[in-house]
């Protein structure tokens, strides 16, 4: 039986090695990525191309349902230098009780299990921003200063939607229900990306375009690696749930 026992620990060895490996080569793909300086402004009318905007009113029956109401849509440039999409676009959404936004994004070419995902966003008198995002936190480099970002990997929007509320101040006026402040907060952790990348040693400058450092470049893989394990478990819990929101196209 030693060839088992040498069998099992070269397994047990080897998967790690494996791993690590991966995370080296996605790592050192992730330098060679070129970031650029982006800045959030309202989309122009009849501007989101057909295809964005058929995967970003998936979310709007739900949403409807939930008690928000359509406010605008937002239009910036891809943060990745290489991006195939010359914008891109985030339908906003504020609920009828103004505690809370909804922003709406479609999921890119590589993307996710849904056509559109939901970030349910609050702001507070105190300075901070409450975001609940689902089975995406992973593929967020950094998190805008100020923001506290909550991710359960869970089945679906509604249950992200739940969470979200369990979030929010029991004091109704500790939150900021203007719409147009709202807007300028977004604006804010948008127009700051590349500065909190910098700031926070993510990132460095080449001649016209940021790159990531390679530590951050190596935690930022690994954890892509964990979130997408926890992505693809929440997937398929919700495949087994019937009448699934991410059946619907939206997660």
């Known amino acids: 039986m030693d060839w088992v026992a040498s069998g099992l620990l070269a397994l047990a060895i080897g998967l790690p090695a494996v791993l690590v490996l991966g995370v080296l080569l996605a790592a050192w793909r992730l330098t060679r ?6 800045a959030l402004g309202l989309a122009a009318p009849g501007s989101v191309p057909p295809p964005v905007r058929t995967a970003l009113d998936g979310a709007r029956p739900l949403l409807t349902a939930l008690g928000f109401q359509f406010r605008y849509t937002t239009a910036s440039e891809p943060a990745l230098v290489s991006s195939t999409e010359r914008l891109t ?29 939901i970030m349910w966003v609050t702001q507070l008198r105190s300075g901070h921003v409450l975001a609940t995002v689902n089975c995406y ?4 480099l ?4 100020g923001w506290l970002m909550d991710d359960g990997y869970l089945p679906g ?3 992200s939607w739940r969470r979200h509320l369990q979030r ?9 229900t203007d719409g147009v402040e709202f807007f300028r907060a977004n604006k804010q952790a948008v127009d700051s990306f590349i500065p909190q990348c910098e700031k926070r040693g993510l990132m460095q400058a ?7 450092r390679w530590p951050a470049a190596v935690v930022f893989a690994f954890r892509q690696v964990l979130g997408q394990r926890r992505a693809i478990k929440a997937a398929r819990r919700a495949a087994r749930r019937p009448g699934s929101a991410v059946k619907a196209g939206v997660l």
């Open 33 to 38: 990525l070129r970031w650029r300086d982006i």
């Open 89 to 117: 676009f985030n339908d906003v959404y504020q609920h009828a009780d103004k505690h809370a936004h909804a922003v709406v994004t479609a999921a890119s070419a590589a993307g996710r299990p849904a056509a559109c995902s």
């Open 137 to 140: 936190l992973h593929k967020l």
């Open 142 to 145: 950094t998190i805008p200063a």
């Open 157 to 159: 929007a509604q249950q």
């Open 168 to 176: 929010l101040p029991d004091n109704p006026q500790a939150i900021v």
């Open 206 to 212: 080449g001649d016209a375009h940021w790159q990531l």
